[in-house]
């Protein structure tokens, strides 16, 4: 079964918003990460969370996480047209990393 | 670096063959892994490596087989295909923590359809 489910399902935004989407989980995690997949391509690892952390910054991204609610959020700041994909949260206790269905997002120029 | 290298990127099948999907990793990564990926359903996990010589099983194991018998090669074996395997299959690479992965590296997928 899915550890991490992400809501929500789809987002349209204008080129230059905000973009925030949300993840639960259902058991304890060493960390949280958060992927984006361009259609048709690999995912690519956007920012790593650890359990004792409750938010990170890398460049327009900020993530926060809330053990207490077993939730994280990933927020993309001044969005771009190159923005426009899917985004994944990966979270597990072990060796096990499961992701969620996603949160496609697009961006309109 | 080329990172992770899948093989082949696409592949057609009948139901009832067998084959293999190669991925191999330059970054000395002990940890790999095999997802497929179904619309709206995310990445399964279908099996994992945490080194040479040790394979453990994932979310969905069955109807694949693995092995890793290097540190750089994991390759994922269809034992006999059945069109329930009809998916995008991605592999991924990580250093291994203590029971947790760090950041997986993703090949660009293999795309396999079973008719």
């Known amino acids: 079964s899915q550890q991490g489910e992400e809501d929500p399902q789809a987002l349209s935004i204008q080129e230059g918003e905000n973009a925030t989407m949300n993840c639960s989980y259902k058991?304890?995690?060493?960390?949280l990460q958060w992927y984006r997949q361009n259609s048709g391509r690999g995912l690519v690892h956007l920012i790593l969370i650890r359990s004792n952390e409750r938010e990170k910054h890398s460049g327009r991204l900020r993530v926060t996480l809330d053990t207490s609610k077993k939730s994280s959020s990933l927020l993309i700041t001044a969005s771009r047209a190159a923005d426009t994909a899917s985004y994944f949260c990966a979270t597990s206790p072990d060796y096990k990393l499961s992701f969620g269905a996603g949160t496609t997002v697009t961006v309109r120029a | 670096n080329a990172g992770v290298t899948q093989t082949p990127k696409f592949q057609v099948l009948k139901t009832g063959q067998s084959m293999t999907l190669q991925c191999a990793q330059d970054m000395n990564h002990e940890y790999m892994s095999w997802y497929r990926q179904d619309p709206g359903m995310g990445l399964r996990l279908i099996h994992y490596s945490v080194g040479a010589g040790i394979t453990d099983q994932g979310e969905v194991p069955n109807g694949y087989n693995v092995s890793r018998s290097t540190t750089e090669d994991f390759p994922l074996r269809l034992l006999s295909a059945a069109p329930s395997q009809t998916s995008v299959y991605f592999c991924a690479s990580s250093y291994a923590g203590q029971k947790n992965t760090g950041e997986l590296f993703f090949g660009e997928g293999s795309r396999l359809t079973v008719l």
């Open positions: 058991t304890s995690i060493n960390n």
